[in-house]
């Protein structure tokens, strides 16, 4: 079955430092992979996506995630942290062979404080 | 882009009564499209899938009963939530993806939030 793990509920940086926001998935096969982010009481923006090729995918907002096949993981990441990055970050993964559904992680809030 | 919209965007209504939820996507067709629940504490949780003239696919534990799902046309998916209970109050948020295009990702709606009194 597919699955998708993110480890943290919620990540705290410092506006201009760096950010990690952790993904870990299980599939069978090979996965698309996907971020997206929430901001409150709307629906889900896409960041990023993973489907083949480079394991380091670029995305809206200076956000981006590397594809490690090995530690079967797709963080994301960004260099310098804005204040209105502050949302809920989902992670999601789809199975081309199994289905057509986006599997989601729990979620995780980054707070980002001036 | 691809956009995928919802409505409305909130509702209340009394405890017993019915409420449909839209979801239409605008400048692509779906033969498929996805509802979710999502919970207080964040998590996404897959409904079920709606097919285009054909009847919607439920995941385990949902009641197909109380959550009615129409897919009239390629671009038009109606959630119903019958004879809703305050447990039913919850983020309602529906999904659609173009596939015609194998490696595109999916566009969600606003979301409707909904309140059962």
């Known amino acids: 079955a597919q699955s998708v793990a993110q480890p943290e509920d919620q990540v705290n940086v410092a506006e201009g430092n760096p950010l990690t926001v952790k993904c870990t998935y299980s599939v069978s096969g090979n996965p698309y992979l996907f971020w997206y982010v929430q901001y409150p009481n709307r629906g889900l923006q896409f960041l990023l996506k993973?489907?083949?090729?480079?394991?380091l995918v670029k995305g809206s907002y200076g956000f981006e995630a590397e594809f490690n096949k090995s530690q079967t993981s797709f963080h994301l990441k960004k260099p310098s942290a804005l204040v209105s990055d502050s949302a809920l970050y989902f992670c999601a993964v789809r199975d081309p062979q199994a289905g057509t559904a986006l599997i989601f992680g729990k979620g995780t809030t980054l707070s980002v404080s001036s | 882009g691809a956009v995928v919209s919802q409505h409305p965007s909130r509702v209340i209504c009394k405890s017993g009564t019915s409420v449909k939820i839209e979801c239409r996507s605008l400048d692509f067709q779906a033969t498929t499209m996805f509802w979710y629940r999502q919970f207080p504490k964040k998590s996404l949780m897959l409904m079920a899938t709606?097919?285009?003239?054909?009847?919607?696919?439920?995941e385990q534990g949902v009641e197909k009963d109380k959550f009615l799902i129409n897919h009239a046309s390629l671009t038009l998916s109606t959630l119903t939530v019958t004879s809703a209970h305050p447990e039913d109050s919850s983020f309602y948020i529906c999904?659609?993806?173009?596939?015609?295009?194998?490696?595109?990702?999916?566009?969600f709606g606003q979301g409707t939030r909904l309140t059962v009194v």
């Open positions: 999904s659609a993806r173009d596939q015609r295009r194998e490696n595109t990702e999916a566009f």
């Open positions: 709606s097919n285009e003239g054909s009847k919607a696919t439920y």
């Open positions: 993973y489907i083949t090729g480079d394991n």
